[in-house]
């Protein structure tokens, strides 16, 4: 694969953009449990959502990049992820209080929010030791947690989201050949990222869902 489209379908489905996608996915797909709201005001929270799991994340980064915590926005070096990870882990946890159940942005209609959001969380804190352990792709743990949440959401969406997962498993396999031609992590990091992202929404929906 050419480096410059590798570089490009990593960027577009880089791991902290996928909560981003998946809660577009989960507001879209389920029209019958918004009735109350209008499109607007639907967007509006994507909107707030996308500002706590995605904005701030990326403000905080260019304000470390700045301060010269970090040396680049790649991150190369694991150790330099410390500080990062935490920032990160920070937001996604206020977008979790947000929009759990019972949370100020949500509505009857927004449980899966909160859920693929502690699933991403879950994913996040399992991957924090592992990254000074070993390469672990941080981007399959993104795909692995997009495949895992739209099988979750399959059985309570009006539509069927069987192309829809389809086109996710082609995307998947692009950018898994995408981090193997860039030579930034070999096919085990691959496979034990995309475990670490499925597992994680697994449990938010399958475990924590149904005990709570």
């Known amino acids: 694969m050419p480096k410059s489209l590798a570089n490009f379908i990593s960027y577009i489905m880089h ?6 996608y998946m809660a577009i996915i989960i507001v879209f797909a389920h029209p019958q449990q918004f009735t109350d ?7 509006v ?11 701030f994340p990326l403000f905080a980064f260019f304000l470390m990049r700045r301060l010269d915590v970090i040396s680049s926005f790649k991150m190369e070096d694991h150790k ?15 977008a979790y209080y947000m929009f759990k159940e019972g949370g100020l942005y949500r509505t009857s ?8 959001t502690l699933g991403s969380i879950i994913s996040l804190f399992v991957l924090f030791p592992l990254n000074f352990i070993s390469n672990v ?9 997009l495949i895992s949440m739209l099988i979750n959401i399959m059985r309570t969406s009006q ?10 498993i082609v995307l998947i396999g692009l950018l898994a050949s995408a981090r193997i031609s860039l030579n930034l992590v070999n ?9 670490i992202g499925f597992f994680g929404q697994f449990l938010a929906f399958q475990v924590w869902g149904n005990l709570f």
């Open 187 to 195: 096919k085990s990091g691959l496979m034990a990222g995309f475990l």
């Open 37 to 43: 709201t209008s499109v607007i005001h639907n967007e």
């Open 159 to 168: 539509y069927n989201l069987l192309l829809p997962l389809l086109l996710v």
């Open 109 to 116: 209609s927004y449980y899966p929010l909160g859920l693929m």
């Open 15 to 20: 791991p902290m953009l996928m909560p981003f």
């Open 45 to 55: 929270r994507l909107m707030y959502y996308g500002a706590l799991t995605v904005f």
């Open 80 to 94: 330099e992820r410390f500080i990062p990870l935490i920032a990160l882990a920070t937001f996604w946890l206020w």
């Open 137 to 145: 792709s941080w981007h399959m743990v993104g795909a692995g947690a």
